[in-house]
């Protein structure tokens, strides 16, 4: 695995974006610079990959399935039941439909990786 600081001398070299290294956020193009400058393989092929994966994903848990990528964690869909709300304006009471939402549980060594 490539230090912080190969990396950046990497996208140096490169003329890439370091935004993701400076900043504390990151988009998809700077997983991908990133992904690409670890693994030595084209911006392009690194897309396609990550695409296909979020894709993959995205329609797994669409089809009700529960994803798991060890060490990382799972996504899943989890039924909200209906409730009553409070608009916030006029304190009038409304109902909340019922739906599907999306939901990601960070995995074990995911959790104690950011704790320190």
């Known amino acids: ?6 990396i950046i001398r990497l996208f140096k070299l490169n003329n890439l974006k370091i935004s993701a290294l400076t900043n504390n956020s990151m ?13 030595e393989l084209t911006k ?3 897309s396609l990959v990550v695409d296909a994966a979020i ?10 399935k529960k994803v798991s990528i060890l060490g990382f964690g799972s996504f899943e869909p989890r ?12 304190g009038e009471k409304i109902a909340i439909p019922a739906k599907r939402v999306p939901t990601f549980s ?7 990786r950011v704790q320190g």
Do not use: Y
Request: hydrophobic share 40%.
């Open 44 to 46: 392009t092929d690194v």
């Open 79 to 90: 039924d909200r039941s209906a409730r009553q709300g409070l608009n916030p304006k006029t």
């Open 27 to 39: 988009n998809k193009a700077d997983l991908v610079n990133l992904v690409a400058a670890r693994t």
């Open 55 to 64: 894709e993959t994903i995205v329609d797994s848990v669409v089809e009700g």
């Open 1 to 6: 695995m490539m230090c912080k600081f190969e």
């Open 106 to 112: 960070a995995g074990k060594l995911f959790k104690d």
